[in-house]
């Protein structure tokens, strides 16, 4: 009786809902104008709190409604807000229309209206066919910040996002380089980065690295989640990070934007997107252009970023969209620094004949397809063709600093130089599938969600390496029978394949609380097939001997990634959540057999494994605070890193296992509405992200290394801002902090003027920086006027070991821009 009792007792906390009736609220929304559907309109329930979003085809649902007075309020960017009254004694259908305003809101009442809902933005627990319970989820709504996102300003764009190492060059935003939880920033090559959802960089496996990153003023969102992602996404340590781009909403016919930017260091900017509706067609795209002569000399560049995205509306159970994106910029680099040279002439330029070019082509249809209200399958095929040229002198800046003529770029009579310069030439020819079919189904009667996909991904690139030319132009043609005995010489093709199958389920143990457990299995298989040279040169640098050496490795891995997810949701507005999950970054021929003049690479370099793990609290207090603070944990075992072996060269290798623990968290204070609720106009809000890192190495067979701090991880990354409006007026005040950090294993000093290294290695001081953006819109018209790095700070954020250095490369100092805007 006493078991009896219990079990009863049991089953009634954990299923609440059997103690009184349980319906179904289904319905649709239309525009009432064109009777289209709406998607991602908000529908809450007054009573229980929940919020849902309707779905691409504008059906919504509720599950276990209990009988009784509801009040479902409905929200939808364009349109009137409605409420309407339900008494629910049985499951029912609802058809809601949306009217169109018929008056003007200005800027601060439709961002409050926003804000209101969005104050603190994170993925649902699943949305199209992809699972996001128990995951640390951030998701950027740019309409709501304000900053120079026409040059791409990545403290501005990402300042929502804790923890976030970025490196800040000086060429207008034409790439982009963050790293997070001490991750190297490098072209982002530690995330895995999508746009609309497909892969965008050179090689997800072969070669990382982001070449393209599309302008913030054509995003809507930008969507970051942490290494728990690796089983849905891929096996990187960072995580996932996804562009989602603007497209123009389902109640307008069509839609212009056009925001031109001048600013300092003669930068120029011209972004232009129009979109349009027709029928069941929707057509969304843009032109990106832009110019500058960079913050120091030898570092002008022009960039250009065409986009065009398809959607067509088969029926109302699916629909299938294409988008195609194109990026081509020539830029020319400026060098790296030593320490003296960077306390002297922070601006100096090193080098005049560095050049790198980049052209980005992109292909990605998709077909959704809802199966029925619980189930949808997605499928897409994406590609790649695209290269990166870089032509310079990569030897270390010391020698320029000691003679900025040296013998190896001494000129000539007619303009150009003895030595010929280091061609890097990288072709990126990939493509693949991917398939995702998200449904839902009981578990002991209660509801569970199931997710289950596959990937399949096949590159075929090329690397070449050898001489340039002797000139100072952009000129990328190899010079190989001019120079027959140059060092730096190897041709090499990189077949890779990947096929993954993966899997999570959602499991609602009650309406609270949920499990997520996840499974990824992984095959890679990577080839190295070429040849390289191995030149002998005597005493007095004469070559004595050219050896032509032949390569071909085959490195198949088979392995699995597991992971578990937990989230509990106290309210509606207050969830916990919990996760760990394994991750796995695989070593490329690729890295290996690029010649470095800064470093050598150990042959024997292998894959990095380890896992990540969060626990966080995050929510909203009476619409006055949002906030998200989270602990993480990431073991890093073999982790890759640059040391110095005992005959003083710099060799890059696996260092040993690291661990690195900390605290993130983001609060935002709604001042307005904590002190001035009734002042609809008003626009007042301050926020504070912070992140406190610890690390060490525990392990390692290397010297100096075991206690040591991990690199690319300052203990302190903080950002702080006011923004204040009233009306069609915005002003934002941003300060940003980031205290020291080492750049090598062994935490070494920076090195002494004339030293090999110097430059190289060392520390990257701390440094605070001030920004500071206010705006002014007039019906379709709006002006915005900024300036950057207010107080002149000087700082750089990064020692390259390769280009654009080797060296310092010195950030921005103070720039001004203005932007006017025209919308329709």
Known sequence: MNKAYFILLLGLLLFPELLSGQW??????????????????????????????????????????????????????????????????????????????????????????????????????????????????????????????????????????????IYEGSDGGLQLSIGGRGLDPNRTSNFNTRQNGYDISADVLGYPENYYTPPAEALEQIQVIRGASSLQYGTQFGGLINFKTKRIPSFKRWEIESNQTVGSFNFFNSFNRIGFNHKKLSVNSYYNYKQGDGYRNNSDFTAHNAFINLNYRINKRSHISADYSYYNYLAKQAGGLTDKMFEETPRLSTRDRNWFDVNWSLFNIKYEYDISLKSRLSVRAFGLNASRYSLGYRGNPVELNQNPITALDEQRPDGSYISPRDLIKGRFVNGGLEAKYLFEYLTLDRKSIGLIGAKFFRSRNQSFQGPGSTGIDPDFEARTDDFPDYANQSEFIFPNTNIALFTEQIFYLNPRLSITPGLRLEYIRTESHGQYNQVIFDNANNPIANILNQEDRILPRYFALAGVGLSYKARTSINWYANISQNYRSVTFSDIRVVSPTFIVDPDIS???????????????????????????????????????????????????????????????????????????????????????????LRSEENNVVGKQVEFIPFINLKTGLQLGYRDFLSTVQFGYVSSQFTDVQNSPAAPDGDNRSGIIGEIPSYSIVDFSMSYRIKNLGLQVGVNNLFNESYFTRRATGYPGPGIIPSEGRSFYATLSYKL
């Open 607 to 697: 894959d990095e494994t380890g896992f990540t793990a969060d626990v966080g609290w995050r929510g909203q207090w009476k619409k006055k605070m949002s906030y998200d603070v989270g602990f993480y944990n990431i073991y890093y075992n073999d982790r890759i890193g640059v040391i110095l072996d005992n005959r003083a060269n710099r060799v890059r290798k696996n260092i040993g296992t690291a661990l690195i623990s900390g605290v993130e968290s983001l609060i935002d204070f709604n001042i307005k509405e904590i002190y001035f609720p009734q002042k609809e106009q008003l626009k007042f809000n301050w926020f504070t992200n912070t992140a406190l890192t610890h690390s060490r190495y």
């Open 24 to 165: 179904r609220v289904e319905g649709i929304v239309k525009n009432a104008t064109n009777d289209q559907a709406i998607s991602e309109a908000i529908i809450f329930d007054q009573q229980t709190n929940r919020l849902i979003e309707t779905k691409a085809n504008g059906i919504f649902l509720f599950e276990n409604m209990s009988e009784g007075l509801h009040e479902l309020s409905i929200i939808s960017m364009g349109f009137k807000s409605q409420i309407i009254a339900l008494n629910i004694q049985r499951d029912t259908f609802l058809t809601i229309v949306l009217e169109e305003p018929q008056i003007e809101l200005s800027t601060i009442e439709i961002a409050a209206k926003r804000k209101e809902i969005f104050a603190l933005r994170q993925l649902k627990d699943y949305q199209g066919t992809s699972i996001y319970a128990g995951k640390k989820t951030e998701v950027i709504i740019l309409e709501l910040l304000q900053g120079n996102f026409a040059s791409n300003n990545s403290r501005q764009v990402f300042s929502q996002i804790a923890g976030l190492n």
